[in-house]
């Protein structure tokens, strides 16, 4: 079965550095979705993408945060200046359609990120 | 009112128990409705989707209720590999697009 594959799985950063998360979605999906969980919170929603732009995004995802497809397979999110609170599980998802119907949100196994 | 609402718990039950989790949501408009289960530090897996008819898949029976908008899951027979935290999650349209929304889950503990 197809899978959705986010590299790495854990990266360490300090305070104020750059990070991109990276992730391979599922290859005739064209849905992609970011979304993170805090450690002992919920699954959170931070933006969407389709056809090259940003569908929708929430109050979470602000000016540190960008998205990209640069190539026709990879899906990043970058964090410019990262804070102690951006430490968190990141999921990246994808889906084949929209509204989701009987196909819905194909997660990765997510991005540990911790800031120290 | 939360988007998503559920019951954190924990639900501690033996095996073989039959455990149901509820869900309420705030969005008259959603659309479809669906049961992940996440273990400890994974990515949330799909393990139902929930229509207005009910749905069963073994163990587990999923109902949709649009007009009190309650979803609810039943699992009968529980196995100690049930032990997970079930998430509710809604889909909504905003006009640009879809995404989906989760409650903060229900954590259940089976045990011997």
């Known amino acids: 079965e197809p899978e959705v594959t986010q590299t790495p799985s854990h990266q360490v950063t300090q305070m104020g550095q750059e990070v991109i998360l990276r992730c391979v979605p599922i290859?005739?999906?064209?849905?992609f979705y970011w979304y993170r969980q805090i450690l002992g919170q919920k699954v959170e929603f931070l933006v969407s993408f389709y056809n090259n732009e940003i569908s929708e995004k929430s109050e979470i995802f602000d000016d540190q945060f960008s998205v990209e497809r640069p190539d026709g397979s990879n899906f990043t999110l970058k964090i410019r200046s990262t804070k102690l609170e951006d430490s968190a599980m990141y999921f990246c998802?994808?889906?084949?359609?929209?509204?989701?119907?009987?196909?819905?949100?194909?997660f990765g196994n997510g991005t540990r990120l911790t800031v120290t | 009112r939360k988007e998503v609402e559920q019951d954190p718990g924990p639900f501690n039950v033996p095996e073989g128990a039959t455990v149901a989790f509820n869900c309420t949501y705030s969005n008259s408009a959603s659309q479809s409705f669906f049961w992940y289960r996440q273990d400890c530090r994974k990515e949330p897996k799909l393990l139902m989707s929930?229509?207005?008819s009910g749905n069963e898949d073994g163990r587990f029976t999923a109902q949709l209720n649009r007009a009190s908008q309650y979803i609810s899951l039943l699992i009968r027979d529980s196995k100690l590999s049930d032990s997970a935290t079930y998430l509710c999650?809604?889909?909504?349209?905003?006009?640009?697009?879809?995404?989906?929304?989760f409650g903060t889950g229900t954590r259940l503990q089976v045990t011997l």
């Open positions: 929930v229509y207005s």
């Open positions: 998802a994808s889906s084949g359609i929209q509204g989701f119907g009987n196909s819905p949100l194909h």
């Open positions: 290859s005739n999906h064209l849905y």
């Open positions: 999650a809604v889909s909504s349209y905003t006009g640009t697009a879809s995404k989906l929304t």
